[in-house]
């Protein structure tokens, strides 16, 4: 039996105009893995750097091992012996792996940091945990999840007796978050507690022991028991009502053949790649990472130079030139990494909605402009649940995932729309936002448009496209019609020859 590790007892955290958490009380155990699941928004994150020692509470208690802890900084959390891997990754590039994990800790040898030892220790912690790196490399050379890699050895060296986990697998491929299971799994093992927030139930119920879901800053339900949870409970928990199909597909006529993209290569796509499709139709791409979805629609948006090859919208060429060229055209990519492409940080929520319209000149004069503006942005915020107190609030204040649906509402609502791309558009958004961002693929679609998803969640392509193409090593390995379309076949599509078979 174990007992309970750590308690959250009433906690509550206050921003200008957000009750990010109201009282709030778990317990996480011992040799368990607890997970933490809500919306966009819901507190998740706050709670974990409540945890972490970078925020204090407003209100309620923090206890460890029944005594009541007060944080003052991210040092005194990890004194007392908890680890937090937060969603923004906290490391420092210049240094490498071995300073990065033993950072105020190197070992000395007369007055002088001793590299050759340092390097040792962490290689054989890293040995240990079964991870492949070189603790002579700077973190900037690393992979983002060689980097997450490195803060859990760092964790696991401070000896952390709590280590929360906050939406780790989000920029991470299969594999990269096989690796990571089976270290969480090791921790859990070894009687440390943990808390694991993802939107990914699938994860979740191969993860957890238990789970806490929140809402709105509120503690829905505590369950002791994942795996006696149904999925739909949860779903209705996170997102206060039930939820039954979220990909919401509708049957849609098969209009005539609108987008053709003919032997396009480019630097990374050697060879050549063709593919069309038809007016009104939702395409899907799947692939596993490194497969060059990514860089095809790079290719086709003239984000990436071609080598060959050409795009025809109906039935006239696309202009090469670049990504100015394909959105006159009425082609718009969204791209994978939206943070980083596309916030205006210092602007308010709104203005990040309606630039594309600003630009386009399309919302009138000055007064009218100001109305307009809100009105669109208010439809978006109310569509996609953007949880924000208002839309003037600036955008970098919200939480990443609500982030994400400010920048695709910026893209769902470009003027002139006949292509629209979007490469991973759900990625880190929660499974009632999922729901409105596929209705509005749906809606975008039945207006004549051409919807290419990009996705690597495989249950999600399947259930709002009308075809999949899948694509493996650079070029494209088959083409499924929805009706014969399914995991097994896909996967088999996707991985390389020879690969051994998926359970
Ligand atoms: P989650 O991780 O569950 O998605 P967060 O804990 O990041 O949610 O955010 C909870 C709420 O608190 C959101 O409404 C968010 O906009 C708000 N919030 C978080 N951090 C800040 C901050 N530093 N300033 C203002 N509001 C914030
Ligand atoms: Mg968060």
Redesign the pocket.
Known sequence: MSCALLEFDQVSKV????K??NGVSFEVHAGQVHGLL??????????L?ILGGQYRPDGGRLLLAGQECRFHSAGDAIQAGIAVIH?ELQYVPELTVAENVLLGRLPTRLGFVDHAAARRLVADKLAAIGVDLDPAVRLSELSIAQRQMVEICKAVMQDARVIAF?EPTSSLSHRESEILFRLVQALRAEGRALIY?SHRLEELYALCDSCTI?RD?CKVATHPVMAEVPRERLIADMVGRELHDIYDYRERPAGEERLQVRGLRGAELPHELSFSVRRGEVLGFFGLVGAGRSELMRLLYGADRRSGGEVLLDGRKVSASGPAAAIEAGIVLCPEDRKEQGILAQSSVAENINISCRRHGLLGGVFLRHEREAARADGFIERLRI???SRD?EIR??????QQKVILARWLAEPGLKVLILDEPTRGI?VGAKNEIYRLIHDVAESGCCVIVVSSELPEVLGIADRLIVMREGRISGELQRAQANETEALRLALPDGAPSVQ
């Open positions: 921003f200008p105009g957000v990010a958490l809500g919306e966009n928004g819901a507190g998740k994150s706050t709670l750097k969603q906050d927030i929140f800053g949880k924000t107190p609030q204040l919200l939480s990443g995932g609500n929660d």
